[in-house]
Nanobody, 124 residues
Framework: VQLQASGGGLVQPGGSLRLSCAAS????????IAWFRQAPGKEREGVSC????????YYADSVKGRFTISRDNAKNTVYLQMNSLKPEDTAVYYC??????????????????WGKGTQVTVSS
């Protein structure tokens, strides 16, 4: 199971970015995928997740109404659309999964596979 996050960058406050989590070697549709982020000096926190199967979605309160998680099964990719970005969204963003036929979770201790992170910096 290999995951690769991409799409980070530098954006001004109020701007948008779309992160991608691409899978290799397995069919992403059968795995719940979660996005986490970690800012310097802070613990890694769950941002959003999408289940396998029924497509249940969760968002952290801090990003509700601004971030949208989605799947593109044809591209074997999960996206995190981030709008109205704030400086406090600055962090390294990671995608992760608990495993096969898993359910949505924002608990980092429940993740068994992690991709390398992508840096998101929100600054003027």
């Amino acid at each position: 199971v290999q995951l690769q996050a991409s799409g980070g960058g530098l954006v001004q406050p109020g701007g948008s970015l779309r992160l991608s989590c691409a899978a290799s070697g397995f069919t992403l549709n059968y795995y719940a995928i979660a996005w986490f982020r970690q800012a310097p000096g802070k613990e890694r926190e769950g941002v959003s997740c999408i289940s396998s199967g029924d497509g249940t979605i969760y968002y952290a309160d801090s990003v509700k109404g601004r971030f949208t998680i989605s799947r593109d099964n044809a591209k074997n990719t999960v996206y995190l659309q981030m709008n109205s970005l704030k400086p406090e969204d600055t962090a390294v963003y990671y995608c992760a999964t608990p495993g096969y036929r898993s359910y949505c979770s924002l608990n980092r201790y429940g993740m068994n596979y992690w991709g390398k992170g992508t840096q998101v910096t929100v600054s003027s």
